[in-house]
């Protein structure tokens, strides 16, 4: 599976965030929209060259991947 950077609410603060797969601390965070973490991500996930997945504010799941890495295609399987 390839590394990903996670766009995600923070209901405590009522700020969005940004965090890699298994970092300790967040990559970026307090963003008052989902919009502006979500453009912060893209932009580390085309650089780093990462899965980027948005999250609901409501229940956390995923609404929305998108991957700026290696991808094959056409896909195996």
């Known amino acids: 599976m390839a590394k990903q950077i996670h766009t995600m609410y923070n209901k405590s603060t009522g700020t969005w965030y940004n965090k890699q797969d298994g970092a300790k601390r967040v990559s970026n ?3 008052s929209t989902q919009k502006e973490a979500a453009i912060a991500a893209r932009s ?12 609901r504010a409501d229940n956390n799941q995923i609404r929305e991947k998108n991957s ?3 991808d094959i295609y056409p896909p195996q399987g």
């Open 29 to 31: 965070c307090g963003f």
């Open 44 to 55: 580390i996930a085309i650089n780093q060259k990462l899965e980027h997945s948005i999250h």
């Open 68 to 70: 700026y890495g290696n």
